[in-house]
């Protein structure tokens, strides 16, 4: 299957200050990732749909000035939580899929986020 | 949007028993896809099963699309085996979107 690495698998910030997550696409080139976010013992939500060369289209209710996406190339996303706050903690991961194989979704390891 | 429901919520069985797992959705989807996720968080891609039934070792899987519901068949259960299972669904027209059911709970005892 398809590989998806996302880095770093954990950081800790301080308030107020802003974290950059990365997903990359090892061996395929996506046009499309997701971000999704799991706070514990929940299940994952999206968040947003990361389109290379445009804008990301966000879920309801989620702030898209607080989380930026960014999707420069065809192997590349990264989420930006910006002006974090502890309420931010929690697990953030990503996916992607061959689109020209089928759909099935393959995850990058996940960023567990702690703000303090 | 698309619900999905996933049964029992949490399973506590003795090493080298069988399970079976539900997840039960809402409406039409184009894509099914079952996930074990491991205590480090990670999601491991057990199956891409939209319809049909699957089987890769212990492991094996039925989608019944037409019924909205598909099951997950472990058998031989390990410890290794404990963890969360996810179900996730993309609807028809769904954009690839998975949407993740409740998940289920495994805690495999030796």
């Known amino acids: 299957g398809a590989v998806v690495s996302q880095h770093p698998s954990w950081v800790i910030c301080k308030s107020g200050t802003s974290v950059k997550i990365e997903c990359r696409s090892l061996?395929?080139?996506?046009?499309?990732m997701f971000w999704y976010r799991q706070f514990p013992k929940q299940s994952l939500m999206l968040m947003a749909t990361?389109?290379?060369?445009?804008?990301?289209?966000?879920e309801q209710g989620v702030e898209k000035d607080k989380f930026l996406i960014n999707h420069a190339s065809l192997t590349l996303s990264t989420l930006t939580v910006t002006s974090a706050h502890p309420e931010d903690s929690s697990f953030y991961i990503c996916?992607?899929?061959?689109?020209?194989?089928?759909?099935?979704?393959?995850f990058g390891q996940g960023t567990r986020l702690t703000v303090v | 949007g698309i619900q999905v429901e996933q049964s029992p919520p949490d399973l506590i069985l003795q090493e080298g028993a069988n399970s079976t797992l539900r997840c039960n959705f809402s409406d039409s989807v184009n894509n099914l896809q079952w996930f074990h996720q491991n205590p480090w968080g990670q999601l491991i891609n057990l199956f891409y099963i939209p319809s049909g039934t699957k089987q890769n070792g212990r492991l094996s899987a039925t989608t019944v699309a037409t019924e909205r519901y598909s099951l997950l068949y472990i058998s031989s259960s390990q410890t290794t085996d404990s963890g969360v299972y996810f179900c996730a669904v993309e609807p028809n027209f769904g954009n690839e979107k998975l949407t993740f059911g409740t998940g289920t709970r495994l805690t495999i005892i030796p």
């Open positions: 061996d395929f080139q996506a046009t499309t």
């Open positions: 996916s992607a899929s061959e689109r020209w194989v089928d759909t099935e979704a393959f």
């Open positions: 990361s389109n290379e060369g445009s804008k990301a289209t966000y």
